[in-house]
């Protein structure tokens, strides 16, 4: 008898402590600590309701509708619409800065403990280098297998097509089809709802190899020139063929009969006043010596705070946009927290920036000093910058790196008219199949369109309808002009060649393209 | 009057059920993210530990599952003949950090532990608890087991061994040991080609 009732005893207590956990779980979601967000289904629910209601009275719209409508994010009758989308999505692990994450962070989701940044690591410096030492071996496999799984690296190239400065371009798509479908076209042909039931599609998210630190990851070409950019914790996961050439041809808008005015070198601090003096206006000259000039970055810099062996110089603007171009450097957006949210971002092109009126490529940049000032050396984080090394750059300086930013040119295209049309007479017949195509059934001109192919504007492709993942939200419309030497392509990289974009976007925007009709849109593309 | 044998003593039974508690409650918390105050040490342990084979959520679920398991047994008195080889395994879990991640468990190795190092340099004291709560019950268990197989080895397979003379008592026996009753013999074989001559059926 006394044994049951001892049991009884314990199986109070234990119910006790589950219910009391449980509720105590519920009560710290509510406070800023949690890294789980707690959403209020009911207000969302009672705004849309509210709205709907309003809209219904004829004659009765007023400006709290609107404000009413704002607050629910949409003014729609779903109110699927305005509820939180976390269907199959985990919370972030807890990670520790250094420490390996996920490679499929596009299945996370969750909020930060803070969107604040320390300048301390979380050990000793010498213990940081040798957890790196051990970790990095194991990191690079793991990421070479990942990126093996997803991508047949074969480096074929297209034969007859090079880069402005001659290095080949790779032909794709190399993208792996999943075991289940047999070809591109058969994928195209399923409905997005099944291509996410049946997890095939092919372009998932790239994430930051180590998005715990993350911060740039230059390419080996790079590094072999510039060893104190060699990180101790992780290396770039694309191989050299799929990245933009090094050093890339640098034309100037001022100076088109000059051609490639870097002359096959890479600009630096040291050459650029006998490459550029008589041929740049004094404010441009100071604007492209700040641009290269290095300063210290969240994880490049003289404290230990670093993912260097040595103290760093820290990065200059031209160590990733090389010669004004990319030299394929990966890093983070700075514009989401916790870090793990950020979306990994390729150097974009600074050619043609003249042109643009939204700049980088996640971000809705404005101007060239914006884009001067907001760069990602802190992370977007001013104590970080505070803490690690002072670059409060006035805004006289922003300007005059906008000014030579803005006579940064795009390679030449020499079948392409002022009208941004193929000439027939130089242009072949897939060329000009291509450029129907991209003017009509395959909506490309849709967003790309004008001098600079591009319509300015971010789009959200909600490509999350093909794979259970977190929104990546608008992106903008990337220049076509000198596309051919920019891959990998879109932001993250995620289509190493023009073949892999084209077969993107035939699946996200449901084209149904033919593989004859795909091959002219490459070619097409080429000639851009 | 003959001691039981799982929890000779009070002393024993409270350190039964501290332990337990503490395997459960630590358990339990690991259901939540971001609750365990030891999620990134023992989620970063087994990731690396298989490898990269179980992420750290699920690493953190499966730590909990094990964690309630022992904590249940331990406050339920059951099965800890068994859960003596969880609570190993667990034990020696816990203490790989100190090897696997020593840059977060040590200021300066081996003697300068950091908060989480001194956390898992304290698990000395679960081992020593739970080795006096397990031992016992492991022990009689063992001891019983190789008693039935030695009696077996003894007297042959019809042997009946009763676990103790309360349990022979229980039953109307009256010793420790009854032989099976004897295998039934099998039945004959029918010779259907005799019967069949017999009954005229082989005719047809």
Known sequence: ?528 | MRKKQNNPTQSSTLLRLAVGFVYFYFGFLKFFPDLSPAELLASQTIVRMSSGLLDASTALWWLGVMECTIGLAFLFNCGLQYVFFLFLAHMAGTFAPLFILPELTFKIAPFAPTTEGQYIFKNVVFVAAGWTVLLPAVRAHWKRTLERIRFRTQHGPNVIAFASPSEAARLGRSSRQETRPPARPAAPIPDLVAHASATGLADH
């Open chain 1, 1 to 528: 008898m006394s044994k049951y009732w001892n049991h009884a005893c314990v199986t109070i207590g234990v119910v006790g402590m589950v219910i009391g956990i449980s509720a105590t779980y519920e009560k710290y979601r509510g406070t800023d600590l949690s890294r789980v967000p707690q959403f209020d289904r009911r207000s969302t629910a009672r705004g849309v309701a509210a709205v709907d209601d309003a809209h219904r009275v004829a004659g009765s719209h007023t400006y709290d509708d609107d404000l009413l409508a704002l607050n629910v994010g949409e003014r729609t009758t779903d109110s699927a619409a305005v509820e939180p989308r976390i269907d199959g999505l985990r919370i972030y692990p807890t990670i520790e800065k250094g420490m390996r994450t996920p490679f499929d962070l596009w299945r996370y989701y969750g909020r930060g403990v803070t969107s604040f940044g320390t300048p301390v690591l979380p050990m000793r410096f010498d213990q940081w280098r040798s957890f790196h030492r051990k970790q990095k071996p194991d990191l690079m496999r793991d990421v070479r297998e990942y990126m093996n799984r997803r991508y047949d690296f074969g480096e074929k190239s297209v034969a007859g097509h090079f880069m402005s400065g001659g290095k080949p371009i790779m032909r794709g798509p190399v993208a792996r089809l999943p075991s289940e479908v047999d070809s591109f076209a058969e994928l195209a042909g399923l409905a997005p709802a099944e291509i996410k039931r049946r997890d095939l599609f092919p372009y998932k998210p790239l994430a930051h190899p180590l998005q715990s630190t993350a911060h740039m990851v230059f390419p080996p070409e790079w590094i072999k020139v510039h060893p104190d950019h060699a990180r101790i914790d992780v290396d770039m996961d694309f191989p050299t063929a799929y990245l933009p050439e090094f050093p890339p041809p640098l034309f100037l808008t001022t100076h088109k009969e000059l051609g490639d005015v870097s002359g096959g070198v890479e600009i630096t601090l040291d050459n650029y006043y006998e490459i550029f003096d008589g041929l740049l206006s004094p404010e441009q000259m100071e604007g492209l010596k700040e641009l290269l000039r290095p300063s210290p970055t969240t994880w490049f810099n003289q404290t230990d705070h670093r993912v260097t062996e040595r103290p760093s110089r820290g990065v200059a603007c031209f160590d990733c946009h090389v010669n004004g171009h990319t030299n394929g450097a990966f890093e983070l957006g700075p514009d989401s927290r916790p870090n793990m949210a950020r979306l990994r971002v390729d150097t974009p092109t600074m050619r043609g920036n003249f042109n643009l009126m939204q700049l980088s490529s996640k971000r809705s940049i404005r101007s060239m000093d914006h884009f001067s000032e907001v760069e990602e050396y802190f992370d977007g984080d001013p104590g970080m910058q505070q803490a690690i090394g002072p670059r409060a750059v006035k805004r006289e300086v922003t300007n005059r790196m906008g000014d030579f930013n803005s006579i940064i040119d795009y390679p030449p295209a020499p079948k392409l008219t002022p009208m941004m049309r193929l000439d027939p007479a130089l242009a072949s017949e897939q060329e000009l199949r291509g450029e129907e195509l991209f003017h009509g059934r395959a909506k490309c001109a849709v967003c790309h369109y004008g001098p600079a192919f591009t319509d300015d504007y971010m789009h959200d492709l909600q490509v999350e309808r093909f794979y259970v993942g977190r929104p990546e939200g608008p992106i903008k419309t990337f220049a076509l002009r000198g596309i051919k030497d920019s891959p990998p392509y879109l932001h993250d990289g995620r289509c190493p060649t023009l073949h892999d974009t084209v077969e993107f976007f035939n699946i996200v925007l449901e084209l149904d393209l033919t593989d004859a009709e795909k091959a002219d849109l490459v070619a097409f593309l080429l000639c851009l």
